[in-house]
């Protein structure tokens, strides 16, 4: 089966920067994704990893390390607006499915 | 471009109802997915289609059933309504792509 760990919440001021891991345990890995959601709204699609390394656009950047089974989701010069839920998700087949982690809640704070 | 469309938008059944939740994308996207979502936690995969005429059961397939009507249209159908299929459903297209594009979702209570 898989499994991912996240942490549940993390909070922040606003203007710093804030890191969220994530752990897997997964029998095949094809990549991890981040996705984003607003209370109330639909996930929305932010990064993928398929390769070790760090993966930049704009203020958010990911990073994956397969040998670890680890990747972390990086947000810099936080704004109120990035208050939300980050979900990590492994893909782990050919087929696109997606497992997904509990989700770490955001909390930036003046 | 709409994206991905659910209707409806909230729907309230008595235990024991069926209804059938609709989706549609159009963005040519070859493979469609439903999940659901319950306080707090993560997306958990009910069914999926990888291509048109092809289903598959996720994590959390019993007391649903899908049709992948055609290219555009994926339904996810509860046949006899429980309170414990309380939840927020979402169902997500994509295509060549790494990302998912999701719809607004469903917020379906069982009573």
């Known amino acids: 089966g898989q499994s991912l760990e996240q942490p549940s919440e993390v909070t922040a001021v606003e203007g710093a920067i804030v890191q969220i891991n994530c752990t897997y345990q997964?029998?095949?890995?094809?990549?991890l994704s981040w996705y984003q959601q607003h209370d109330g709204g639909a996930p929305t699609f932010l990064s993928y990893?398929?390769?070790?390394g760090l993966e930049e656009t704009g203020r958010f950047s990911s990073f994956l390390s397969r040998s670890d089974s680890y990747g972390y989701l990086l947000l810099q010069e936080l704004q109120m607006k990035d208050s939300a839920s980050y979900f990590c998700?492994?893909?782990?087949?050919?087929?696109?499915?997606?497992?997904f982690g509990g989700g770490t809640r955001l909390m930036v704070k003046p | 471009n709409a994206g991905v469309t659910q209707t409806p938008k909230f729907q309230v059944l008595k235990t024991g109802q069926s209804m059938t939740l609709q989706c549609a994308q159009d963005?040519?996207?070859?493979?469609m997915y439903w999940y659901r979502q319950d306080p707090g936690m993560g997306l958990r995969l009910i069914y999926y289609?990888?291509?048109?005429?092809?289903?598959d059961k996720g994590e959390v397939p019993n007391g649903y059933n899908v049709s992948r009507l055609n290219k555009r249209e994926f339904s996810l159908r509860l046949e006899s309504a429980a309170p414990s299929q309380t939840s927020v459903y979402f169902c997500?297209?994509?295509?060549?792509?790494?990302?998912?594009?999701f719809g607004s979702g469903t917020r379906l209570t069982v009573v």
């Open positions: 289609s990888a291509s048109e005429g092809t289903t």
């Open positions: 997964t029998s095949g890995f094809y990549g």
């Open positions: 963005m040519n996207h070859n493979s």
């Open positions: 990893n398929a390769l070790d």
């Open positions: 997500a297209s994509t295509g060549q792509g790494n990302g998912y594009t």
């Open positions: 998700a492994v893909r782990n087949n050919a087929g696109n499915m997606l497992t």
